[in-house]
């Protein structure tokens, strides 16, 4: 990746001048969708993206961001922050987790890997622990791919073999978690028909349990360390079936929220203890929410919690969730590689830098839009700020979360003229949404719409260029619906509320009084994505984008 095999100099744009403060703002989970009472931003007060959305028509326009556009495998597929955040800053597309998964146990490749061949160094002697999320939800892991991992090993030695399940209900319709267990448990029996000791050792909810991120509650990633490793749980079942009906009939209970529980022999002994000489990988492809369990089960020196003991094991992961902090060292299918990022070339031509946002979305805005790399490519260039979330609680009792605090720190760098770009996530529409709590949600939109107006109020007084866009959809449309767009119900008549990302395409506007005369969205890239972000946005810092980068989104016609 050195400057030998490319120049790190861009162009300059024939037909744009240099220098203007640009704000990048991204809102996450803000899609466009019919307008309805399950849409929040419509329902919401949201005048300033109101008025970037009815002001000119040639200064607003939607992308898709989803699928094939972020590097998915197939339409079907939705969105996430992760890829949609890769897009916005690669300005090319990659094949991203679920994809590269796929190509991988298609092929065949994964087990000739040098992560495979490091798990099955134990097959012999111990067991093959998997932990995930048990969902076909497509974000953070899939059914088929755990289902074709299990038969893989099978077929390569593994003896014996443990799954860890953590029910999802957020990316899937809560409730769904029992279907996914009765698969799974038909699956391991009839590996036991083979011979080979395989069954479902614990599990718990993906928001209770172990799948925290961004370091915001370390006691979730305990409660599944307690269960997974020391066999350890409130709860205490024969088998995985009965405990997620049984969990699921408390009052309130969710898949998301389901409590930890371990599964034990007919005298009380857990099955699936992690101990020395076991292999454990951990199956969810998406980095985000695996990242603090890979530190647990590999890092010697660890002070997060009490890990009790700490087992000999191999561990991989199904991808490597960290490129910088090289985490985990092993995992059995190699990550997209993806250098000259947007931000390292801007930097490499002076563009001074700032980006932020609050603890959730901290990571997409630095890690993801750098192609999946830590640190900085320029201290000197550039400066990130990471504001702490709100932790011990779910989203909407919050609602506005960081939105001001992040909107505070943008406008006080745009106000500072020390930066050239101020780069900055709302992550309200999509942490809010996932809750599903419609009125919570509203709140958020509306949050999130304020702290838009005080970063171009800033940009208005410097004199500066706005993009403002989004990275998939959520808040857009809160219900689930059958195939005529109408919401469904369940038995009791009450509409079925959708807590994942959507399919739906996201807003770009651009403007500010920077913007030079004449620049327009063009009217000849109609399927235009995410990846199409970087080019425009590096047109409008004065530069022309490397030749291999989609195409800008934006054109200059004379006056």
Wanted: with cysteine.
């Amino acid at each position: 990746m050195g400057s030998s095999d490319f120049s790190w100099k861009l162009a300059d744009h024939p037909k744009l001048p240099k220098g203007k403060a640009l704000a990048v703002v991204v809102l996450d989970g803000w899609g466009e969708a019919s307008a309805d009472q399950f849409n929040c931003i419509h329902v919401a007060e949201t005048p300033t993206m109101d008025s970037l959305k009815q002001g000119a028509p040639e200064k607003w326009r939607l992308v898709r961001a989803h699928g094939t556009a972020v590097g998915l495998p197939t339409e079907d597929d939705m969105g996430n922050s992760e890829v949609g955040h890769n897009a916005l800053g690669a300005g090319r597309i990659y094949a991203q987790g679920a994809k590269l998964v796929d190509i991988a146990l298609a092929t065949g490749k994964i087990y000739d890997g040098e992560g495979f061949k490091y798990i099955k160094e134990c097959f012999d002697a111990g067991t093959l622990h998997l932990i995930g999320l048990l969902s076909d939800g497509g974000v953070h892991s899939r059914l088929d791919q755990l289902q074709l991992l299990l038969k893989g090993a099978s077929e390569r030695g593994a003896k014996r073999i443990r799954v860890h399940i953590l029910t999802d209900g957020r990316d899937v319709l809560d409730g769904s978690s029992v279907g996914f267990v009765e698969t799974l448990e038909n699956d391991l029996a009839k590996l036991r028909e083979k011979g080979i000791d395989a069954r479902i050792a614990s599990g718990g909810g993906r928001m209770y349990v172990t799948m925290d991120r961004y370091e915001n509650d370390w006691e979730v990633v305990k409660r599944g360390w307690d269960a997974q490793v020391l066999g350890e749980a409130p709860h205490q079942f024969k088998s995985a079936l009965e405990a997620v009906k049984k969990l699921r009939s408390e009052p309130k209970a969710s898949d998301q929220y389901l409590p930890p529980f371990v599964i034990t022999d007919d005298n009380g002994k857990p099955f699936g203890p992690i101990v020395d000489g076991d292999a454990v990988v951990t199956f969810n492809f998406r980095a985000d929410r695996m990242t603090m369990l890979a530190k647990a089960l590999e890092y010697q020196d660890f002070d997060k919690f009490d890990r009790v003991r700490f087992p000999k094991i191999h561990y991989a992961g199904m991808l490597q969730y960290d490129g910088e902090l090289k985490l985990p060292s092993r995992y059995l299918v190699s990550p997209p590689e993806i250098g000259r990022t947007s931000g390292e070339y801007l930097v490499h031509n002076r563009v001074r830098t700032f980006a932020c946002s609050e603890t959730v979305k901290f990571g997409h805005v630095t890690f993801f839009w750098n192609g999946n790399r830590s640190g900085y490519f320029n201290q000197n260039m550039e400066e990130y700020v990471e504001i702490p979330s709100d932790s011990g609680i779910t989203f909407n009792v919050k609602p506005k979360m960081k939105a001001v605090e992040i909107a505070e720190k943008a406008r006080d760098a745009i106000l500072s003229r020390k930066f050239d770009q101020v780069r900055v996530n709302l992550p309200n529409g999509d942490m809010v949404g996932h809750t599903g709590d419609i009125e919570a949600t509203i709140v958020a939109c509306k949050a999130a719409d304020e702290a838009v107006k005080m970063i171009l109020d800033a940009i208005e007084q410097v004199g500066g260029i706005y993009v403002v866009t989004a990275d998939h959809g959520n808040a857009e449309d809160m219900v689930k619906r059958n195939k005529k767009g109408e919401p469904l119900l369940d038995k009791a008549g009450k509409v079925q509320i959708l807590t994942s990302h959507t399919l739906q395409p996201v807003p770009i506007a651009i403007g500010g009084p920077g913007l030079a005369p004449g620049v327009r969205f063009r009217k000849d890239v109609p399927n235009g994505g995410l990846a199409n972000v970087a080019a425009t946005v590096m047109n409008l810092h004065g530069f022309e984008a490397p030749s291999d980068y989609e195409t800008t989104l934006i054109e200059v016609v004379d006056n």
